[in-house]
């Protein structure tokens, strides 16, 4: 099968997903990677131009990250082109004309194997296939955007308050998540200290992101960010069913919280039974510890 | 302005999904169904410009069965002025309810249409560009605002460190993250102005739409794999000693500092 790879950049470099989807690519067929030229994604332009670009290949199957802008071209591509579509798929096999894919519905709560008819888009979860260490960077070809919708243009860009440089939640390995547990965004300096001995991002419940303690894109849970890193670490949250849905795939999770019996501990790995103000602090020079020793 | 939003009935964020006998769908017994957390949301957005501007409408439609009539009982309780339903017990592929809903949005010209960015029980994120490619129309995803500006509107589009704004000139279509508000619960007066109202029903033969586009087949469904019993540690006054037992768990025997 002739499979179309779509390329995302960031700050001018590929980002990984591209690299884990082109390496993984080459097992089901000849692959072709291409990427959009533009600085800004737009969906009309963009979405043109793979078009286009899906149809003179002769491509059967399309393959992008599923990242914000993946899914939203992904979608609007495969509605142009009248082409199946399959978003955040965590896996796929190229069974004869036939494609299979598995990807998590009803927020994370199910898991499902689907038979989606070729020819088809499908987006792919950053993380989901591991970039093999000797994979060669995938030679990229441009493709230029195609007409921008003249109802519709860029204005500016407003940055967030206290954005600073830590490592996106999508595709950090570590993440260190605070709920109503801290009390105060005052208190995220605590958490901020833990994320940083870790190497990790930081994280939120809904209720921290609601009260506005920290910016929306923290938020991780249904009606935020899945998330799927090596150690997930809960400090303060008592996990409801709705957070649980976008972190109870991490590897291994440590959940902090002074109630025995709060339910993020039915998912914990590690759980802590105490005061977080207390523990936290002193988990942060252990963590240190640990790590000048490795 | 006016205002039209596509919403979806789904599992209430609440239930904990289980896999039918089936084994590729799911256990629908006795579950509660509500709108799509994110078409909520669009909701809720649409309502804060009807808050700021009285002349401001805004309608709702959704493709589903008879029970979706719930669905948009419940947004014209909450404030929405007109609902739309379009009548179907079968799930259509993504593409042709984009067609029915556009049929819908050529009828009643709204200048804005909203859909949530995926509805939570299929996750794709489909439905919304599809309508905008079946109207020719430019789309914004990931929005968390929407502002009138000159002749058109302002669109706060949330990305990796802050908001790209849009300006579009109307009609246009976003796709909705987050309101600025949390949804709002329908007041007792709204509830009672809406078993009044009448909730029109269309048919997909009278829109000119049938099943036609590719359609995915679930082969398996399966819950997402239990955790093991994890090891709980009593704080008991030595946060030192439960700190340093805890990072060498993560250390030695969990490997992941
Ligand atoms: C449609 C819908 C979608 C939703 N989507 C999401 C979502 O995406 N993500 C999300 O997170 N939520 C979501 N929610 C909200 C969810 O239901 C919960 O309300 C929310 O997750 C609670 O956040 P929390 O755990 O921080 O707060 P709480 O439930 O208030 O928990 C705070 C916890 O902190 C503990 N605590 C307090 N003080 C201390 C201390 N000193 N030391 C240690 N522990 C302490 C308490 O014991 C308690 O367990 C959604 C809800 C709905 C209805
Ligand atoms: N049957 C439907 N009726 C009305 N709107 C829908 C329907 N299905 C999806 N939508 C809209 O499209 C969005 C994305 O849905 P989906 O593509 O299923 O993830 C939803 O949040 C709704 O706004």
């Known amino acids: 099968m002739k499979i179309l790879v779509i390329a995302e950049s960031k700050d001018g470099e590929l980002r990984r997903v591209t690299r884990e989807v082109a390496a993984k690519a080459a097992s089901f067929g000849e692959v072709e990677v291409v990427g959009v030229k533009g600085e800004r994604y737009s969906p009309v332009a963009w979405s043109a131009a793979v078009a286009d670009k899906a149809k003179s290949s002769g491509a059967q199957l399309v393959l992008l990250g599923a990242t914000l802008n993946g899914r939203d071209l992904g979608a609007r591509t495969a509605a142009k082109l009248g082409w199946a579509y399959a978003a955040d798929c965590t896996d796929v096999a190229v069974k004869g004309d036939a494609i299979e894919v598995r990807r998590p519905m009803y927020a ?35 493709i230029a955007a195609g007409a921008e919708s003249d109802r519709l243009s860029f204005d500016r860009f407003q940055a967030a308050a206290g954005g600073g440089d830590r490592v996106t939640l999508a595709e950090a390995r570590a993440i260190v998540s605070g709920g109503r547990g801290l009390k105060g965004p005052e208190n995220w300096k605590m958490v901020e200290a833990l994320a940083d001995a870790l190497g990790a991002a930081t994280g939120a419940s809904r209720a ?23 150690l997930y670490v809960a400090l303060g949250i008592s996990g409801a069913i709705q957070h649980l849905a976008g972190m109870t795939s991490s590897k291994v999770i440590v959940a902090v919280n002074k109630d025995p019996d709060a339910d993020i501990f039915k998912i914990a790995d590690y759980g802590v039974v105490g005061d977080l103000f207390e523990f936290v602090p002193a988990f942060t020079e252990a963590v240190k510890r640990v790590k000048s020793q490795a | 302005m006016r205002f039209l939003v596509c919403l979806k009935q789904v599992p209430d964020s609440t239930v ?76 259509l592929p993504a593409l042709d309810a984009a067609k029915a809903l ?83 619960y329908p007041s007792l007066p709204g509830i009672m102005k809406a078993k009044k109202k009448e909730i029109p029903e269309k048919d997909l033969e009278s829109l000119g739409v049938s099943a036609s586009a590719p359609r995915l087949e679930i082969l398996a469904m399966e819950p997402p794999p239990a955790r093991g019993q994890g090891k709980i540690f009593k ?15 993560l250390h030695e025997e969990a490997k992941v500092i």
């Open chain 2, 102 to 184: 556009a049929k819908v949005v050529g009828e009643l010209k709204p200048d804005v249409v909203l859909c949530g960015k995926q509805a939570s029980d299929d996750d794709q994120g489909l439905v919304g560009p599809a309508l905008a490619e079946a109207l020719g129309w430019p789309h914004v995803g990931m929005l968390t605002k929407l502002v009138p500006a000159g002749d058109g509107v302002e669109l706060w589009r949330e990305i990796e460190g802050g908001h790209e704004v849009w300006k579009a000139k109307t009609p246009v279509l976003g796709l909705v993250h987050k309101s600025e508000k949390e949804p709002r």
């Open chain 2, 16 to 91: 904990r999904v289980k896999v039918g006998s089936d084994g590729r769908s799911i256990a629908t017994e006795g579950i509660t169904w509500s709108i799509s957390p994110y078409d909520e949301y669009a909701i809720e957005l649409a309502l804060e410009r009807k808050d700021a501007d009285a002349s401001t409408g805004v309608s709702v439609v959704t493709v589903g069965g008879a029970r979706a009539r719930d669905a948009l009982r419940q947004a014209l309780a909450m404030g929405c002025d007109d609902a739309t339903l379009v009548m179907s017990e079968q799930e």
């Open chain 1, 208 to 230: 921290v992101t609601d009260a506005g303690w920290r910016p929306n894109e923290e938020q991780v849970g249904q009606t935020g960010k899945t998330v799927t890193p090596d």
């Open chain 1, 108 to 142: 994370g709560k199910i898991r499902a194997t689907v038979k989606v008819p070729a020819p088809a888009v499908v987006s792919i979860r950053p993380g989901a296939w591991t970039l093999p260490a000797d994979a060669a960077a995938p030679s990229v070809s441009e």
């Open chain 2, 235 to 249: 704080l008991d006054g030595d946060a030192k000693g439960v700190a340093a037992q805890v990072a060498k768990a």
